[in-house]
């Protein structure tokens, strides 16, 4: 079992940064693939970008690829996202997920309650 806690969402400009946090308990942390999703109003949930267990690889979503980097750190069990040159379309809320990695929401066993991000233009 694995309990998943954002944190660091919040209102910024256009061509602002944040960087969310996701704090996971439970010492199996380090088996699983991590994943940032996001759903605006009235849309689907749509991936964001995935990490291996051991941070070796990552994948980015065509629309985030350049201003977005995810990491983590299996010591502290908590996944980052670090989001620059944010724009407008990026307001959502991101959900983070642990289970067996890549883009589709089916492939995650455990998820986060979500953070809010809202960009002001």
């Known amino acids: 079992q694995v309990q998943l806690v954002e944190s660091g969402g919040g209102l910024v400009q256009a061509g602002g940064s944040l960087r969310l946090s996701c704090a996971a308990s439970g010492r199996t942390f380090s088996s699983y693939a991590m994943g940032w999703f996001r759903q605006a109003p009235g849309k689907e949930r749509e991936f964001v970008s995935s990490i291996s267990w051991s941070g070796g690889s990552t994948y980015y979503a065509d629309s985030v690829k350049g201003r977005f980097t995810i990491s983590r750190d299996n010591a502290k069990n908590t996944v980052y996202l670090r989001m620059n040159s944010l724009k407008p379309d990026d307001t959502a809320v991101y959900y983070c997920?642990?289970?067996?990695?890549?883009?589709?929401?089916?492939?995650?066993?455990?998820w986060g309650q979500g953070t809010q991000v809202t960009v002001s233009s």
């Open positions: 997920a642990a289970g067996s990695g890549g883009g589709l929401v089916r492939s995650y066993d455990y």
